[in-house]
C-alpha cells in the first residue's frame, strides 16, 4: 500500500516538475529573449499591475531590461509576451504590421474593444489603411492647420475659464472630458450639453478594466468595464442608425463619410462602424488627456520653460494679426 502510495506521489512530483519546466521554457519556433515567465498561470501580472508614480519606465520594465537587455520575455495575464524597450526594434516591428507580425492585444483589451476572432478589424491591413486615411481627413495637417486649430483654443478657453474661481482642479479628469467633448464633436458632432447620458464618465468607468484579469462575473471590474462598453456601444449604434435613416447628411463629420463610404469599401458595416467611433473615443480620450496633464505638471515644475512658451505664444499672436487666413501661428507653432 505504501508502495502504490509512493509511486502516486512520484508521478505527480515528476508530471509538475515537467510542467513547470515547460511553463518556465516554453517552445518557440526561434530563439527567445532572457527572462521569468513567473508562477504558472499568473505569471508577472502581480508586480505589473502595481502602480506607479513616477515619470520614468514603470519599475516592472526597468528592472527587467536591466537584468535581460532591452528585449526580454515574461508572461502577463496567463500570456506569454515578449517586452521590447529598443527604440529601433519597436519601430521596424510596427512597419512591419500584418507583414511579418500581427497586432494583439490583451484578453481584456480585445474584449472590451471587441477585437476577437472575426471581428478582430485591426488585424486587417486594409481596413487598416481605410482607418489611417480617414483620421488624416479630419485630424491631418490640413484640417488641423485650416479649421481645428480654432475650435480646439475655444475648446480650452472654455474648460480654462472656470478654474479661476476653484481652489484646485482635478487636470486629468477636466482634461479628459475636454479631449472627449471635442474628438466627440469631430467624429459625429457630439454635443454634451444636448446629451442625456455622460459618455466620457462611460469611457472613463470602461478604463478601470483594461489592466486586469477577465473575470467576467458580478463584482469584478471587468464585469463592470463589459457593462459600460456595452452601453456606451449601444449609444453610438443609435446615433449611427439615426444619421444612416437621416434622409440627408449635412454634418461633414467622420461619421458622414464612414457611412458615405459604405457604398464603395465593401467591409464596412454598421458594426464596424460602432467599433471604429468606440475604438476611436477610447484611444483619443486616454491617451491625449494623459499627456496633458504630464504636460501641466512639467510647465508647473520647469518655470522657466513656461516663461519661454509665454514668449513665443506672443509671438504666434503677432503672426496671427498679420496673417489674412486667420491661422494660429502656424509657421513657428
Same mark, same amino acid.
Given at each position: 500500500?505504501?508502495?502504490?502510495?509512493?509511486?502516486?506521489?512520484?508521478?505527480?512530483?515528476?508530471?509538475?516538475?515537467?510542467?513547470?519546466?515547460?511553463?518556465?521554457?516554453?517552445?518557440?519556433?526561434?530563439? /527567445?529573449?532572457?527572462?521569468?515567465?513567473?508562477?504558472?498561470?499568473?505569471?508577472?501580472?502581480?508586480q505589473l499591475i502595481v502602480p506607479s508614480y513616477s515619470l520614468d519606465l514603470h519599475p516592472f520594465i526597468k528592472?527587467?531590461?536591466?537584468r535581460y537587455g532591452p528585449i526580454f520575455r515574461t508572461s502577463v495575464a496567463g500570456r506569454p509576451v515578449v517586452?521590447?524597450?529598443?527604440?529601433?526594434?519597436?519601430?521596424?516591428?510596427?512597419?512591419?504590421?500584418?507583414?511579418?507580425?500581427?497586432?494583439?492585444? /490583451?484578453?481584456?483589451?480585445?474584449?472590451? /474593444?471587441?477585437?476577437?476572432? #472575426?471581428n478582430k478589424v485591426t488585424a486587417l491591413s486594409l481596413v487598416h489603411k481605410y482607418i489611417r486615411s480617414i483620421?488624416?481627413?479630419?485630424?491631418?495637417?490640413?484640417?488641423?492647420?485650416?479649421? %481645428?486649430?480654432? $475650435?480646439?483654443?475655444?475648446?480650452?478657453?472654455?474648460?480654462?475659464?472656470?478654474?479661476?474661481? $476653484?481652489?484646485?482642479?482635478?487636470?486629468?479628469?477636466?482634461?479628459?472630458?475636454?479631449?472627449?467633448?471635442?474628438?466627440?464633436?469631430?467624429?459625429?458632432?457630439?454635443?454634451? #450639453?444636448?446629451?442625456?447620458?455622460?459618455?466620457?464618465?462611460?469611457?472613463?468607468?470602461?478604463?478601470?478594466?483594461?489592466?486586469?484579469?477577465?473575470?467576467?462575473?458580478?463584482?469584478?471590474?471587468?464585469?463592470?468595464?463589459?457593462?459600460?462598453?456595452?452601453?456606451?456601444?449601444?449609444? %453610438?449604434?443609435?446615433?449611427?442608425?439615426?444619421?444612416?435613416?437621416?434622409?440627408?447628411?449635412?454634418?461633414?463629420?467622420?461619421?458622414? $463619410?464612414?457611412?458615405?463610404?459604405?457604398?464603395?469599401?465593401?467591409? /464596412?458595416?454598421?458594426?464596424?462602424?460602432?467599433?471604429?467611433?468606440?475604438?476611436?473615443?477610447?484611444?483619443?480620450?486616454?491617451?491625449?488627456?494623459?499627456?496633458?496633464?504630464?504636460?501641466?505638471?512639467?510647465?508647473?515644475?520647469?518655470?522657466?520653460? %513656461?516663461?519661454?512658451?509665454?514668449?513665443?505664444?506672443?509671438?504666434?499672436?503677432?503672426?496671427?494679426?498679420?496673417?489674412?487666413?486667420?491661422?494660429?501661428?502656424?509657421?513657428?507653432?
Amino acid at each position: 500500500m505504501w508502495t502504490v502510495g509512493l509511486c502516486i506521489v512520484a508521478v505527480v512530483v515528476i508530471y509538475f516538475s515537467y510542467w513547470l519546466n515547460r511553463w518556465s521554457n516554453p517552445k518557440c519556433n526561434g530563439v /527567445l529573449p532572457p527572462g521569468s515567465m513567473g508562477l504558472p498561470l499568473i505569471g508577472e501580472s502581480l508586480q505589473l499591475i502595481v502602480p506607479s508614480y513616477s515619470l520614468d519606465l514603470h519599475p516592472f520594465i526597468k528592472k527587467r531590461a536591466q537584468r535581460y537587455g532591452p528585449i526580454f520575455r515574461t508572461s502577463v495575464a496567463g500570456r506569454p509576451v515578449v517586452i521590447s524597450t529598443d527604440p529601433e526594434f519597436n519601430h521596424y516591428i510596427i512597419k512591419q504590421e500584418g507583414r511579418l507580425v500581427e497586432l494583439w492585444y /490583451l484578453d481584456s483589451f480585445a474584449k472590451l /474593444l471587441t477585437m476577437e476572432g #472575426e471581428n478582430k478589424v485591426t488585424a486587417l491591413s486594409l481596413v487598416h489603411k481605410y482607418i489611417r486615411s480617414i483620421i488624416l481627413n479630419h485630424f491631418g495637417a490640413e484640417p488641423l492647420k485650416e479649421k %481645428l486649430l480654432p $475650435q480646439i483654443e475655444e475648446f480650452v478657453n472654455k474648460t480654462l475659464l472656470p478654474w479661476s474661481n $476653484q481652489p484646485s482642479v482635478e487636470v486629468k479628469h477636466v482634461a479628459s472630458g475636454m479631449v472627449f467633448d471635442f474628438s466627440a464633436k469631430i467624429f459625429f458632432s457630439y454635443n454634451d #450639453e444636448k446629451s442625456h447620458v455622460k459618455l466620457s464618465e462611460k469611457l472613463t468607468s470602461t478604463l478601470g478594466g483594461l489592466m486586469t484579469f477577465p473575470l467576467n462575473f458580478p463584482g469584478t471590474a471587468y464585469h463592470k468595464s463589459l457593462k459600460d462598453q456595452k452601453e456606451t456601444c449601444n449609444i %453610438l449604434r443609435k446615433i449611427v442608425k439615426e444619421r444612416m435613416n437621416a434622409p440627408e447628411r449635412h454634418s461633414k463629420d467622420l461619421l458622414d $463619410q464612414a457611412i458615405n463610404d459604405m457604398d464603395k469599401e465593401k467591409f /464596412l458595416s454598421e458594426d464596424l462602424i460602432v467599433q471604429l467611433m468606440y475604438s476611436l473615443l477610447f484611444a483619443s480620450f486616454e491617451s491625449i488627456s494623459s499627456t496633458l496633464s504630464l504636460t501641466l505638471k512639467l510647465l508647473a515644475d520647469h518655470p522657466a520653460v %513656461l516663461q519661454e512658451l509665454k514668449v513665443d505664444k506672443g509671438q504666434g499672436r503677432k503672426h496671427r494679426a498679420k496673417s489674412s487666413s486667420g491661422i494660429y501661428g502656424w509657421p513657428t507653432h
